[in-house]
């Protein structure tokens, strides 16, 4: 075989190789499974992923054809880089993320609502704060730049002349995993929190305070905290998969809610799983107060969300999110 035919082979192969990684999909007749990933992250505000997991339900939805897995995350960039390099297809995630990583021209959909509210400010036992007005000057925590509990903060702080120094203000902010923040108050490294479910409830239970409460913070009781999201390269590939990956989501939102206890004992068992951090039942119980499980999702209040990111300097353009949200794939 003469060298140049041989390396337009290899060419060819290598091409046919790198095509494929982060797809869906497997070679027609190869007898392999078409492998999805589900993405979450293990909090009270993603349970339904939670159930979908344990019940097999997107399992059961998607056919024995397709090799359903799991990976967790503990904030929202990891996970839209996940989705964007393909390590991940599908799964639950903040409307924050989803929105900057569009803004900046991402390819995801969002396809469904999960949880709402359960968004909490709480401040350290050690920072001695109180009240709204005693934090100028202080560090907060959330878990990422800009994610949704980020917006929702700095959005309600602006009602108090306060901001973070990012924008001219006083407030110190950094970000980091829900499950150190306990740890971070008790050294002293942080006073501030804007923090999601279960996690406020176990500061509070540990002396924390609560400053502002779920159905106070901004967008706290409309926005969906959590939403369902694929990429527009797998609808395009295989809509009657999307279409299933929805139906099961569906069916672990509908088990939450008809099925109270059972689920609580299931998202212990799965944080646990995934943190290594067995939370006491008196601690779901609370949180679960401050969330509602749900697949609506308001395209005007995202629009309204998105607002809000643009004018803290979070996203570099106005948004227009028109065509960010299908929901064409849930049940009628």
């Known amino acids: ?35 999805i990933v589900i993405g979450y992250f293990p909090n009270i505000d993603h349970v339904p992923a939670m159930i979908a997991r344990e019940k097999k339900y997107f399992e059961d939805s998607v056919g024995e054809n397709v090799k359903i897995s799991y990976k967790t995350f503990a904030d929202g960039p990891a996970f839209m880089t996940a989705l964007k390099t393909g390590d991940i297809h599908a799964g639950l ?14 390819d995801v959909k969002i396809l469904a609502g999960a949880s709402s509210g359960g968004t909490v400010i709480v401040a350290s036992e050690k920072s001695g704060i109180k009240s709204i007005e005693e934090i100028e000057g202080k560090t907060f925590i959330t878990p990422g730049v800009g994610c949704t509990h980020d917006v929702q903060m700095e959005t309600f702080l602006q009602d108090f002349g306060i901001s973070s120094a990012r924008i001219g203000g006083t407030l110190k902010h950094v970000t980091g995993n829900p499950a150190q923040y306990g740890a971070m108050f008790e050294s002293g490294k942080v006073d501030l929190a804007a923090v999601p479910e279960p996690w406020a409830s176990q500061f509070v239970k540990d002396g924390a305070t609560i400053l502002v409460d779920s159905d106070e913070i901004s967008y706290g009781t409309t926005l969906p905290n959590t939403v369902l999201v694929t990429s527009n390269e797998l609808i395009e590939e295989d809509e009657e998969l ?24 299931i998202a212990i068992k799965s944080i646990k799983e995934a943190t290594n951090q067995e939370l006491d039942p008196s601690i779901i119980d609370s949180a679960w107060e ?6 609506e999702v308001d395209a005007e209040v995202v629009q309204e969300f998105a607002n809000s990111s643009f004018e803290l300097k979070f996203l570099k353009e106005k948004p227009e999110f028109d065509e960010l949200i299908d929901t064409s794939f849930a049940s009628k």
Do not use: Q, W
């Open 290 to 295: 401050r969330v509602r499980y749900t697949t």
């Open 93 to 106: 995630v903040g409307p924050g993320p989803v929105m900057n990583n569009y803004a900046n021209g991402a």
């Open 242 to 265: 999307v279409k299933n990956i929805v139906k099961a989501h569906e069916k672990g939102v509908s088990f939450i809610n008809e099925n109270k206890d059972e689920a609580r004992e």
């Open 1 to 35: 075989m003469k060298k140049s035919l041989f390396l337009s082979i290899i060419a060819a192969l290598m091409i046919g190789l790198l095509a494929a990684c982060g797809s869906a999909s497997t070679p027609s007749g190869s007898g392999e499974k078409k492998e």
